[in-house]
């Protein structure tokens, strides 16, 4: 049958068996069919990152998977790390334009701009835009793996959920055009599933006036704000705005630690 979507089937279903070395092939889905005792045979390779999660300690592979028109998606289970009790803690500021600045002054993704503009570019439903939208993903993976969780404890971020809604001043036509391929959610998910993985504590903090509230004076107005830089009209402090957001972030992550 051809259809479309994912099918997830439980071990009821059907078996996985991953073989150390195979010639062609290294991982075997088995699956069940109408005619008792036979069953479909799908060959397949282990890719890097399962035979990483299968390399950790205490891994075990789960029995089913999910199929879809051009993907296979296996589980892997592992145990939860024990969060570190020393080390730094930084909040990243997650962005359209620079995905990810940090409370330490750093810039990740500088380059999703042009990513996000080419969805846009794209024809909705087109093969083009599928591929721009894997080249995100793909990004957003390799962005966030640059992040130094081998000397961190924790990592704030801010609360993103609802920005796509609602009406603002200031969000128009361009913002919400701009805002589209923002996968905000996906970010956030993958942070936080990152810093499980490295036993660092994920810590999510209210985004309101962190980009708006200057870090010398605490002065929070709007005008503080133009774009992607910041100047305060209290004291004058200028710096850029994602920068400012990642260190009121980094106040407001501290004090949720205690």
């Not at 990513?115 to 087109?126: A, E, F, Q, T």
């Amino acid at each position: 049958p051809h259809f479309t979507g994912a099918a997830v089937l439980d071990a009821k279903f059907v078996t996985v068996n991953v073989e150390e070395r195979g010639q062609f092939f290294d991982v075997f889905v088995r699956l069940s069919t109408l005619e008792k005792g036979t069953r479909l045979t799908l060959p397949t390779k282990a890719t890097v990152v399962l035979r990483k999660w299968l390399g950790m300690p205490g891994a075990q592979l789960i029995q089913g998977c999910a199929l879809s028109e051009d993907s296979l998606v296996l589980w892997v289970e592992v145990p939860t790390p024990t969060p570190r009790a020393e080390g730094a803690v930084i909040a990243v500021d997650l962005g359209m334009c620079k995905l990810v600045a940090t409370s330490e002054g750093e810039f990740l993704g500088t380059e999703f701009r042009a990513i996000r503009d080419k969805i846009n570019r794209r024809k909705l439903g087109s093969n083009g835009r599928r591929r721009a939208q894997r080249e995100r993903d793909n990004f957003v993976g390799y962005v966030l793996n640059r992040l130094p969780w081998g000397r961190l404890r924790a990592i704030g971020r801010e609360d993103l959920r609802g920005i796509k809604h609602g009406k603002k001043p200031g969000r128009g036509r361009s913002y919400r055009r701009a805002i589209a391929p923002w996968v905000h959610r996906q970010v956030a998910e993958r942070l936080d599933n990152k810093a499980q993985e490295n036993g660092v504590l994920p810590v999510v903090y209210e985004a309101r006036g962190t980009s708006r509230t200057c870090p010398v004076c605490n002065r929070c107005e709007a005008a503080n704000r133009k774009g992607e830089f910041f100047v305060c009209v209290g004291c004058g402090h200028a710096e850029d705005a994602d920068t400012v957001g990642a260190r009121n972030g980094l106040a407001r992550t501290l004090r949720l630690l205690g």
